[in-house]
């Protein structure tokens, strides 16, 4: 495909390159290189590496299943939470049920700015008030790190762009069973792990079709007779 064709990642045959163009002109991914390349360099201007640095970085990519499956089930599919007369709710919760009103809309397919500059940051301080200069310095690094894995990996789940690996492939699948088959399931997006250990992989034939993939607060709704 001529790469000045495409200009929307949903262009039909997208090649990987203009994948990747039409990837970076949004913010999402600009800011999480930006946070990446500080981060690294900051922790390779500290220096002192000690095993624990390799120890805590496995220890972290080990447990993104987990971390992944968690943030997926009770932060992003948060249902919004009466306290007396308040209503409290996320964005990244709202941002993600419109993504699965349109799933194929790319607006909802990144991280929310100011939510991940938020978090980013709470995670660099967290970070540094827990652990030992170094440690937390590699702590953070790979933390963004693994989120940039994870709104490529999300990104290509989406975008038209038809991946060559065999495990890419079984991502996409699997994400897109979990926007178009059953939404309480097919949790993970750049690992599985977390579905496995869980419950929630299953094949397509043992999982009844939701009639609430596209709105996953249907039955909140009539439970509260929600106008919304």
Same mark, same amino acid.
């Given at each position: 495909m001529n790469s000045a064709a495409a200009t929307h990642p949903r262009t039909p045959g997208l090649s990987l390159f203009d994948a990747a163009r039409l990837f970076f002109r949004h913010a999402s991914p600009?800011?999480?290189?930006?946070?990446?390349?500080y981060a690294v360099a900051y922790r390779v201007w500290l220096g002192g590496f000690t095993? !624990?640095?390799l120890a805590? @970085?496995?220890?972290?990519? @080990?447990?993104?299943?987990?971390t992944e499956w968690i943030v997926h089930v009770f932060v992003l599919h948060a249902r919004p939470r009466k306290v007396g007369p308040v209503t409290l709710d996320?964005?990244? @919760?709202?941002?993600?049920?419109?993504?699965?009103?349109?799933p194929h809309a790319p607006r909802w397919w990144f991280i929310p700015v100011i939510s991940g500059i938020l978090v980013f940051v709470g995670v660099a301080v967290v970070a540094h008030l827990l652990l030992p200069q170094g440690l937390a310095a590699t702590f953070t690094a790979?933390?963004?790190?693994?989120?940039?894995?994870? +709104?490529w990996t999300h990104y290509l789940c989406h975008c038209t762009y038809k991946p060559r690996s065999r495990y890419l492939k079984f991502l996409v699948r699997h994400h897109r069973l979990?926007?178009?088959k059953? +939404?309480?399931? !097919?949790?993970?997006?750049?690992?599985?792990?977390?579905?496995?250990?869980?419950?929630t992989l299953k094949s397509p034939r043992d999982v009844e079709t939701s009639p609430s993939c596209k709105d996953v607060l249907a039955a909140y709704k009539a439970a509260n007779k929600s106008p919304r």
């Amino acid at each position: 495909m001529n790469s000045a064709a495409a200009t929307h990642p949903r262009t039909p045959g997208l090649s990987l390159f203009d994948a990747a163009r039409l990837f970076f002109r949004h913010a999402s991914p600009r800011l999480l290189v930006g946070f990446a390349v500080y981060a690294v360099a900051y922790r390779v201007w500290l220096g002192g590496f000690t095993v !624990w640095d390799l120890a805590l @970085a496995s220890l972290q990519v @080990a447990l993104q299943p987990m971390t992944e499956w968690i943030v997926h089930v009770f932060v992003l599919h948060a249902r919004p939470r009466k306290v007396g007369p308040v209503t409290l709710d996320t964005r990244l @919760a709202r941002d993600h049920r419109s993504h699965h009103t349109d799933p194929h809309a790319p607006r909802w397919w990144f991280i929310p700015v100011i939510s991940g500059i938020l978090v980013f940051v709470g995670v660099a301080v967290v970070a540094h008030l827990l652990l030992p200069q170094g440690l937390a310095a590699t702590f953070t690094a790979t933390s963004i790190l693994i989120a940039l894995v994870y +709104e490529w990996t999300h990104y290509l789940c989406h975008c038209t762009y038809k991946p060559r690996s065999r495990y890419l492939k079984f991502l996409v699948r699997h994400h897109r069973l979990h926007h178009f088959k059953n +939404e309480h399931y !097919w949790m993970g997006v750049t690992v599985v792990g977390g579905d496995r250990l869980l419950g929630t992989l299953k094949s397509p034939r043992d999982v009844e079709t939701s009639p609430s993939c596209k709105d996953v607060l249907a039955a909140y709704k009539a439970a509260n007779k929600s106008p919304r």
